[in-house]
């Protein structure tokens, strides 16, 4: 299906712009990704902030870091983060084959017994997508925290609880490894077990569970099937928007699975979600400037007690203390990559998203 471009034209030539952080930015170019032009995606990019950017907003950044204890930190730290992002335009991306497979899935959810919805185990609110319960109606349904690996027991265990208080059956999945697979394929056929019983009482002959893995884009719904298949059926890589058609494949001569693109709202009105989404790589990288979410990046973690600024010194040997964000990014770049700012921003994601600075989720459980 043919992408419909609802973005502004991206200029290659080297621009100011605005920021949320009250730090003095100079001219810089946007990353190759942003500059070049793709009629496959749909893709809104934006940034910036007005100029009566207040004194009380600017002061969250500028505060020096300290590390903290105790869970309200967490809750804290949403207020912030709302404070760092709604002064940017949306980041929005929609690429062509989503609207298309959108329809698709909700024609396909008529015919399954069982839904999987997987999402990031660093950030399972951000990965929730707003319509799927409206979708689902009375479905059975099973919750896959996928990358079980890339957060710590207590997260782990912040999360358990929580949906279990919810009522709602959830798994913990490293689909790279496959550690939980074995269980998510025997609970799925487990919740469906009354389809072949009615199909028996009707005169009708056994046939396999069909469940269909559903969610955001890049949160490792193909490498799942793959673990469970034992074998590589689906194309599986570590970026979003890989997988474009769905497909069926069968799992033993029980179960039917259904591989689906990633999916996302055509337009994501909560901005603190979409930069976590942009932190994790469940989102592509033309819808945002990596220089504003890795300046963010630095401002959750040093938040955060099982981080903190110690750990970016650590890692660079920089201190992080009395700066914001932004400015550690830019000092970054003069440090290692001769003021180049988006290869410094994409250092620091990169560490992230590679366990550089401990394994820990962006989100607990809402009060």
């Not at 709604?86 to 024609?107: C, M």
């Amino acid at each position: 299906m043919a992408a419909q471009i609802v973005a502004l034209t991206i200029p290659t030539t080297s621009i100011t712009r605005t920021s949320p952080f009250q730090c003095p930015r100079k001219p810089f170019l946007l990353p190759p990704q942003a500059s070049s032009a793709s009629t496959d995606f749909a893709i809104q990019i934006v940034g910036g902030r007005p100029s009566d950017w207040s004194s009380k907003e600017s002061s969250r950044c500028n505060d020096s870091f300290d590390e903290v204890e105790g869970e309200s930190d967490w809750y804290d730290l949403d207020t912030d983060l709302y404070y760092w992002t709604k002064s940017l335009r949306p980041v929005q991306w929609y690429p062509g084959h989503i609207a298309k497979t959108e329809k698709e899935l909700k024609d396909q959810l008529k015919l399954m017994d069982v839904v999987i919805e997987v999402r990031d185990a660093r950030i399972p609110l951000a990965t929730s997508h707003p319509q799927m319960d409206s979708w689902l109606g009375t479905k059975k349904r099973v919750l896959v925290l996928n990358r079980e690996d890339m957060i710590s027991p207590a997260d782990r265990n912040a999360w358990a609880t929580y949906f279990a208080r919810e009522g709602t059956k959830v798994v913990f999945t490293n689909g790279k490894l496959g550690m939980g697979s074995l269980k998510l394929g025997r609970l799925a056929k487990s919740l469906a077990t009354g389809v072949n019983a009615k199909r028996k009482a009707k005169g009708l002959l056994p046939r396999p569970i069909r469940a269909g893995i559903v969610g955001y884009p890049n949160v490792g719904k193909s490498s799942l099937i793959n673990r469970l298949l034992k074998r590589r059926m689906c194309q599986a890589a570590p970026r979003p928007g890989v997988t474009r058609q769905l497909k069926w494949v069968s799992f033993g001569k029980d179960l039917d699975l259904l591989d689906s693109p990633g999916i996302l709202p055509m337009r994501i009105s909560d901005q603190a979600s979409a930069i976590k989404l942009a932190i994790c790589d469940d989102i592509g990288e033309r819808s945002y400037y990596v220089s504003d979410v890795a300046a963010i990046l630095v401002q959750m973690l040093t938040r955060l007690p099982t981080v903190g600024s110690k750990a970016f010194y650590r890692r660079y040997k920089m201190d992080v203390e009395g700066h914001c964000g932004k400015s550690f990014v830019e000092k970054l770049a003069l440090q290692l990559f001769n003021g180049d700012v988006n290869q410094a921003a994409f250092r620091v994601l990169m560490d992230f998203r590679k366990g550089r600075f401990g394994w820990v989720a962006l989100e607990r459980p809402p009060r």
